[in-house]
């Protein structure tokens, strides 16, 4: 399947701004829409877990708690898109110091992310203990949450959605964006993460000498990225030796099947100015 982009004209830009502003192209819609968004689902409450229009649900402690987490100085990253999450998962577990964010829009994904972050919350607290909340049925029994576990939350927001009204301005240390979805047909392209408005959005959202590391198998979109990225003022061209500032990391599934199969992957390095 081809992969088509072109260098944008001035109408086109202002077409995707118009876009954006408007909400479109949103992987499930837009949640302002969706009766009861200002609720956080009974699986997520007071776990580390949120939604953007959910952050004060008072039947949970999860604003709260967030909030305390992002006004502390723990670097910030965030992976957008992060499937079964082991590249998250193991990268929480090696910088505990650090907050981690995850957004997924697939639900079903986020609520397994959840349950392999609680079980480590449990495993790293050295004990299967479980407390068990009157209020609530069997099935919610909650893992005790541990100070050893990694600071790890997650929304299935669309994190264009969630990132302009949850995360400050100058907040993030790195952006991890790794195998995002093509949408290869035209008449797809308004949910392609990457456009004008998303690359101003990385540009607030990281601090002067932040990251932006992506990477795809799709040689073509990594050229859009590469095009729309590299026109922005507020960032550097990509930098190869950049990677020696994610370190050692494990794949995430995408990029494993990738290596199985002899697939080549595209990777880039953006630093924020
Ligand atoms: C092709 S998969 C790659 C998953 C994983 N990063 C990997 O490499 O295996 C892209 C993922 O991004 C998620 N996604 C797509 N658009 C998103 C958005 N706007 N916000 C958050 N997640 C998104 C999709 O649900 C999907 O799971």
């Not at 959910?54 to 957008?80: C, K, Q, V």
């Not at 893992?143 to 600071?151: G, I, M, N």
């Not at 392609?192 to 040689?219: C, E, I, N, T, Y």
Request: one cysteine or more.
């Amino acid at each position: 399947m081809d992969f088509t982009w072109e260098e944008l004209s001035d109408e086109e830009r202002a077409q995707a701004y118009a876009d954006w502003d408007a909400g479109k192209g949103l992987i499930g819609g837009d949640p302002r829409m969706r009766p009861g968004s200002h609720l956080l689902p009974p699986w997520g409450i007071d776990q580390p877990f949120f939604r953007a229009l959910a952050l004060d649900d008072t039947r949970g402690n999860n604003g709260t708690a967030l909030r305390a987490l992002l006004a502390s100085d723990r670097p910030l990253e965030i992976e957008i898109g992060f499937g079964r999450g082991d590249f998250l998962l193991d990268r929480a577990q090696r910088h505990p110091e650090r907050l981690f964010i995850g957004y997924e829009t697939k639900t079903k994904a986020t609520r397994l992310m959840l349950a392999r972050v609680e079980r480590l919350a449990v495993e790293s607290a050295g004990e299967g203990e479980m407390r068990r909340d009157g209020e609530r049925s069997a099935e919610d029994i909650a893992p005790r949450p541990s100070p050893l576990a990694p600071a790890l939350w997650l929304s299935d927001d669309d994190a264009r959605f969630n990132l302009p009204r949850v995360i400050d301005d100058d907040r993030v240390a790195m952006f991890h964006i790794l195998f995002p979805d093509p949408w290869w047909k035209n008449e797809h392209k308004v949910r392609r993460l990457f456009s004008p408005p998303f690359v101003d959005l990385l540009a607030a959202k990281l601090r002067p000498g932040g990251l932006l590391h992506f990477k795809s198998d799709v040689q073509e979109y990594g050229e859009l990225v590469r095009y729309l990225v590299e026109n922005h003022p507020a960032f550097a061209a990509s930098d190869a030796a950049l990677a020696s500032a994610i370190g050692d990391a494990v794949p995430t599934h995408r990029e494993h099947w990738c290596r199985r199969h002899g697939k080549p992957v595209w990777a880039y390095y953006f630093a924020r100015r």
